[in-house]
C-alpha cells in the first residue's frame, strides 16, 4: 500500500483530526494533508514524526501491520 494511504488508515483509526496529527508530530495539518494525498513525501525524520509522535507506532508495526496488510491484499484481489 502506499505510504500516503497507510498513514491516512492509522490516523482514521485512531480518530485523530489532520490538525491533532500534524500537531502532535511537529508539523501543519496541510503538510500531512499533501503527505496523505501523495502529493509530497515525507522525509525519513518526518516520516518518523508522525508515526512516533502522532500516531505513537513504532516504524517496525507501522510497516509490519498484519490486520492492514491482509486488508490491503483483499482490496487489490477486488480491484
Known amino acids: ?5 497507510r498513514i491516512s488508515r492509522w490516523r ?4 485523530l483530526s489532520l490538525a491533532k496529527l500534524a500537531k502532535a ?5 496541510p503538510a500531512i494533508a499533501h ?3 501523495g502529493r509530497a513525501q515525507p522525509s525519513i525524520r518526518m516520516l518518523d ?3 512516533a509522535k502522532g500516531l505513537g507506532e513504532t516504524m ?3 510497516y509490519n501491520d498484519k490486520a ?12
Open 12 to 15: 482514521k483509526a485512531r480518530g
Open 25 to 29: 508530530a511537529g508539523t501543519t495539518a
Open 49 to 51: 514524526a508522525v508515526v
Open 35 to 37: 503527505i496523505e494525498h
Open 1 to 5: 500500500m502506499e505510504l500516503s494511504l
Open 60 to 62: 517496525s508495526r507501522f
Open 68 to 79: 492492514l496488510i491482509a486488508a490491503e491484499r483483499r482490496a487489490s484481489k477486488a480491484a
